[in-house]
């Protein structure tokens, strides 16, 4: 599951818990992004903040893992080349699959790497308040990327309200793990005062 996780919220962890049982996985490995290629224009909160939260939060679940891969891969991320690392390290025979909400598959279809991400992994897209899925679950898609829908618990949960909300001093209470929260707030995250 590939995200920037700025912060990690309970979207996430609930949308990789039912990839994980829906899906019968082994676990679910947690990549957060180096720069994201697609959000190079929007300030981001420095990947060694993004990795040890994302740590924090999957700390206590046996089936996930948090990989350093993009972060300490320089330059810009692309997927494509994480997907390639990741079917070399487990072997042609190892089903990848990478977990995304709604909006997010509507983007990768998008990406001129599609093609080539189809021929080494299945995309798993999970339902996301605000998105709509239903176009992949009749047609295939034009890349040939092949597509698996899953409906998960609404939660319009976004890192995006997050920031907002610490930032105007809102609550963020019980939209994240306590611990990731207590994490924002002793590094004075996203509070728009430097
Ligand atoms: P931002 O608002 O900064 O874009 P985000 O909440 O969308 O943050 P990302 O790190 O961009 O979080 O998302 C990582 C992956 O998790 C994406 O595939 C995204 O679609 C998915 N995701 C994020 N929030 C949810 C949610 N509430 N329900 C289902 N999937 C989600
Ligand atoms: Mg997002």
């Not at 072997?91 to 709604?102: H, K, N, P, W």
């Amino acid at each position: 599951m590939g995200g920037t996780f700025d912060p990690i919220h309970y979207g996430h962890l609930v949308a990789a818990e039912e990839a994980l049982v829906q899906f019968n996985l082994d676990k679910v490995l947690f990549m957060p992004t180096g720069t994201p290629a697609r959000k190079t224009d929007q300030r981001v909160t420095p990947a060694e903040h993004r990795y040890l939260m994302t740590v924090i939060a999957t700390a206590s679940n046996p089936d996930f893992e948090v990989s350093r891969l993009e972060i300490d891969r320089p330059g810009v991320t692309y997927t494509v080349e994480t997907m390639t690392e990741l079917r070399t390290r487990y072997g042609g025979s190892a089903d990848l699959f990478f977990i995304t909400g709604a909006d997010a598959v509507l983007e990768i279809l998008t990406w001129k790497d599609s093609a080539r991400l189809a021929d080494l992994c299945t995309l798993i897209a999970a339902t996301r308040p605000g998105y709509d899925l239903s176009p992949f679950m009749e047609r295939p898609v034009p890349s040939g990327l092949r597509v698996e829908t899953m409906e998960v618990p609404a939660l319009a949960i976004s890192s995006t309200d997050i920031r907002a909300r610490v930032a105007s001093r809102r609550p963020v209470r019980y939209l994240l793990p306590e611990a990731v929260a207590a994490y924002v707030s002793k590094n004075r995250l996203y509070r728009g005062d430097g």
